[in-house]
């Protein structure tokens, strides 16, 4: 564990950031050696855990839509195949995403991408509309209707009619982030805002939810092709 302590007469009391990888402690210049290694250890867990959680960032890759690249797909890497064959269809299944077009397509970037994100939307909708109703038989509420929609920023929405919207690129995240989105937005159907109640009842279904939340965090250019 690499960490690096600095002392500042700014500080009155001493705080912990982690940051790739190193842990920076800062503590006034009063404070002991003693005294810091003391709260270290007595961080130690959380310390840990932040570390645990960074080192599982991902570092994003630019996409250029050629036949035999990766996609990311519920966390599973799958190799794009670019076929012209009649009668076949675009789809995912578990060793590959099939993107069909014309054959004078099949070099075309932005034809590639715009089938690719087509057929992501699709079983993004799909999987994401089970997983919520799912989820909202155990929560006790009834949203009204499933989305999904193109965000920059954003990984789900939730109205006052209830309808529920989703950013059809939290499909290639790991099935524990896709559901703790999922419990996030259903939870705004019983307290519309993010107090303390609303996170209590994420905490109910998801007492690790934190963890998910700074992943989240961590990785939001993964997604950006």
């Known amino acids: 564990m690499n960490i690096l302590i600095k002392k500042t ?3 009155k009391t001493i705080a912990i950031q982690i940051n790739e990888g190193l842990v920076i402690v800062s503590a006034p210049k009063t404070i002991s050696k003693t005294e810091i290694d003391s709260f270290i250890q007595k961080k130690l867990p959380w310390i840990k855990k932040k570390l645990q959680i960074q080192s599982e960032k991902i570092i994003p890759e630019r996409k250029k839509y050629l036949n035999g690249e990766y996609f990311l797909f519920m966390e599973k ?4 195949n670019i076929t012209s064959i009649k009668g076949e269809r675009s789809c995912i299944n578990d060793c590959e995403i099939k993107i069909v077009l014309k054959k004078n397509d099949t070099n075309n970037s932005s034809k590639i991408k715009i089938e690719l ?3 992501y939307k699709k079983y993004a909708f799909q999987i994401l509309k089970e997983k919520t109703f799912s989820i909202a038989g155990s929560l006790n509420v009834n949203p009204k209707r499933i989305k999904v ?3 920059k920023r954003r990984w789900g929405s939730c109205s006052h009619d209830k309808n529920i919207s989703y950013n059809w690129k939290l499909i290639m995240a790991p099935e524990k982030i896709i559901n703790y989105v999922i419990v996030h937005e259903l939870c705004h159907l019983i307290h519309f ?8 009842s994420v905490s109910d279904i998801l007492p690790d939810y934190k963890s998910s939340k700074e992943w989240l965090k961590l990785n939001q250019d993964l997604f950006n092709w």
């Open 9 to 11: 007469n700014r500080k």
């Open 77 to 80: 890497k799958l190799k794009l």
């Open 117 to 119: 994100e087509k057929i």
């Open 149 to 151: 929609r193109s965000y």
């Open 193 to 200: 805002n993010h107090s303390r109640d609303f996170w209590n």
